[in-house]
């Protein structure tokens, strides 16, 4: 299975280098470049992953059918940084999955930042898998929700770092 996945990031890569070698067009600067790039590799190893491997949330049913996933296109401009703000007390809440399941997730703490001179603050949450594995997120509500984006939200998975100090 992951034979499969390799020989898709192998692909890509050499694409992407290709790309990089005739600059396809593009004006940006090296780094916002690099950057495209590498969200664009992790994209198509996820779809690759969700294809492809045993954990996919497609094997588990014999009906479901996987195309590869819809994505905007990268927009460097919607890159911010921010340390992680821990809340004192951490709630439980309810949220809900893309069937409308109810799961129970932790307030856990949130990241801030500025975008066209407005102050956004997004609450980081702590899950856990059905097999019991602790996983971080933000979820979050955007007018493309319901409409462009699932009916429940939107999400952005988040590594937590060991450093209270790190910024995301």
């Known amino acids: 299975m992951f034979g499969s996945v390799l020989k898709y990031i192998v692909l890509l890569v050499l ?3 290709a790309c990089g070698i ?9 780094q916002v470049e690099q950057y495209i790039k590498s969200v664009e590799i ?9 294809e492809h491997t045993p954990e996919s949330p497609f094997a588990s049913d014999a009906k479901a059918h996987f195309h590869p ?3 905007y296109d990268v927009n460097h401009q919607f890159v911010f940084k921010s340390k992680l703000y821990l809340f004192n007390s951490k709630d439980t809440v309810k949220v809900f999955g893309t069937k409308g399941e ?3 997730a932790i307030k856990y703490g949130y990241v801030k930042f500025i975008y066209l001179e407005r102050k956004f603050k997004l609450n980081v949450y702590k899950g856990f898998s059905k097999n ?3 996983y971080y997120s933000i979820w979050f509500t955007d007018k493309t929700t319901g409409e462009e984006t699932y ?3 939107r999400y952005l ?3 937590l770092q060991p450093d209270a100090e790190h910024e995301y």
């Open 102 to 104: 109810e799961r129970k």
């Open 157 to 159: 998975d988040f590594e």
């Open 22 to 30: 005739i600059s396809c067009g593009n004006k940006n600067s090296p």
């Open 132 to 134: 019991g594995d602790e």
């Open 42 to 50: 992790e994209r198509t190893v996820k779809d690759s992953i969700f």
């Open 69 to 71: 996933l819809v994505y």
């Open 15 to 17: 694409l992407t280098g």
């Open 151 to 153: 009916g429940v939200g």
